[in-house]
Nanobody, 117 residues
Framework: QVQLVESGGGLVQPGGSLRLSCAASGIIFRIYDMAWYRQAPGKQRELVATITTTGRTNYADSVKGRFTISRDNAKNTMYLQMNMLKPEDTAVYYC???????????WGQGTQVTASS
């Protein structure tokens, strides 16, 4: 059974930091491209950052220079370090694992991130 479990969300003041984790089980983690998405209330889910099996990363323009995606294949875990958080970063953050051209595509349950004073 495939499971992606996000953790690390919470309430933080604008300008603060959080580190999200996504722990994977039931898949050969190292062969999956991984990504973080987010969905704010009333908005569509959007791509935040991606990391390939080779460690190549890509970011949405809105988070470049503030967020860092990484992965630890030995621990079957992906991370998102979020610095200089803004109120507009408030959303539910989802972990995604994708193999090939989407022949296998899995999602976590999401973790809430709120940047507010």
């Amino acid at each position: 059974q495939v499971q992606l479990v996000e953790s690390g969300g919470g309430l933080v003041q604008p300008g603060g930091s959080l580190r999200l984790s996504c722990a994977a089980s039931g898949i050969i983690f190292r062969i999956y491209d991984m990504a973080w998405y987010r969905q704010a209330p009333g908005k569509q889910r959007e791509l935040v950052a991606t990391i390939t099996t080779t460690g190549r990363t890509n970011y949405a323009d809105s988070v470049k220079g503030r967020f860092t995606i990484s992965r630890d294949n030995a621990k079957n875990t992906m991370y998102l370090q979020m610095n200089m958080l803004k109120p507009e970063d408030t959303a539910v953050y989802y972990c995604n694992a994708r193999y090939g051209l989407g022949s296998a595509d899995y999602w976590g349950q999401g973790t809430q991130v709120t940047a507010s004073s």
